[in-house]
């Protein structure tokens, strides 16, 4: 029987291309989204690659919506033995002008929608006493102008993964956090808005900071996820992985 997980925000960027590169691993996919019908995309190509995929709508900050998603997974799919915590928002603005809706809207997706998806998760994953949770955390961790809610998130999520790594380890779940430096999605390219600059020339300008010379793809995401999902990588665990061409500390 296949191993199932759960990719979260996955109905289009590098959730998308992380739950179609896990299904190609062979793993039946929950695809979830705020909006189940946005997933439907990403199910289809799943599906047509044959392997099994469902399409799940829930908003990650809900307790009760994402016990009911994490149950219905259960019941439909099999128990999670994987989970992604890729479900991301931005509100960027520079601090005297945030406001306390941008603060809380980030905070509630990225770090109580990972905490939520972890808690309703991990049981599943201890009773099969194998598990692989990873969060997606952001080289933003490290400070970015105009970002001192998604960076304070980011850098929540390393601490909270090395937390778990901690807790879990003992039950055979690893848990760990990959963190996308420019990676070229409707995000990246509504940061490119925000700042008033063409995107096309907004990632010529990244290129030429990033030693490798050229910017990410979901699927550069993708592959490290894939790694960190595998039996391969049991004995790694509480560890923040950089994927931004190039070293950023």
């Known amino acids: 029987m296949a191993r199932v997980a ?3 925000g996955a109905a289009r960027g590098i959730g998308a291309a992380t739950a179609e590169r896990l299904a190609a691993d062979g793993f039946d996919v ?21 392997r099994r995929a469902l399409a799940v709508g829930a908003d990650v900050s809900d307790a009760g919506a994402v016990d009911a ?7 439909e799919l099999g128990a999670p033995g994987v989970l992604v915590n890729n479900a991301g928002v931005l509100r960027d ?8 809706s941008d603060w809380d809207t980030v905070m509630n997706v990225h770090l109580r929608g990972a905490f939520l998806m972890s808690r309703a998760a991990q049981k599943y994953m201890i009773e099969q006493k194998w598990g692989r949770i990873i969060n997606l955390s952001s080289s933003s961790a490290l400070g970015n102008r ?7 998130a980011k850098a929540g999520l390393q601490g909270f993964t090395k937390t778990l ?25 509504a940061t490119a808005a925000r700042v008033g600059m063409d995107f096309e020339e907004f990632q010529a300008a990244a290129t030429r900071r990033i030693p490798v010379r050229r910017v990410g793809r979901p699927e550069d995401v993708a592959h490290t996820i894939s790694y960190l999902a595998s039996d391969g990588a049991g004995f790694v665990s509480g560890q923040v992985i950089y994927v ?3 070293p950023l500390n």
């Not at 603005?93 to 306390?100: G, P, R, T």
């Not at 790594?165 to 390219?189: C, S, Y």
């Open 6 to 8: 759960i990719v979260t």
């Open 30 to 50: 929950a695809v979830l989204d705020l909006d189940e019908a946005a997933c439907k995309d990403t199910v289809d190509r799943i599906a047509g690659a044959g």
């Open 69 to 75: 998603a994490v149950s219905r997974i259960a019941e």
């Open 93 to 100: 603005n520079l601090l005297f002008k945030m406001s306390d």
């Open 146 to 152: 105009g970002q001192a809610n998604y960076s304070a």
């Open 165 to 189: 790594a901690i807790e879990l380890g003992q039950f055979g779940v690893t848990v760990n956090a990959v963190a996308p430096g420019f990676i070229v999605t409707d995000m990246t390219a």
């Open 244 to 246: 931004a061409g190039g």
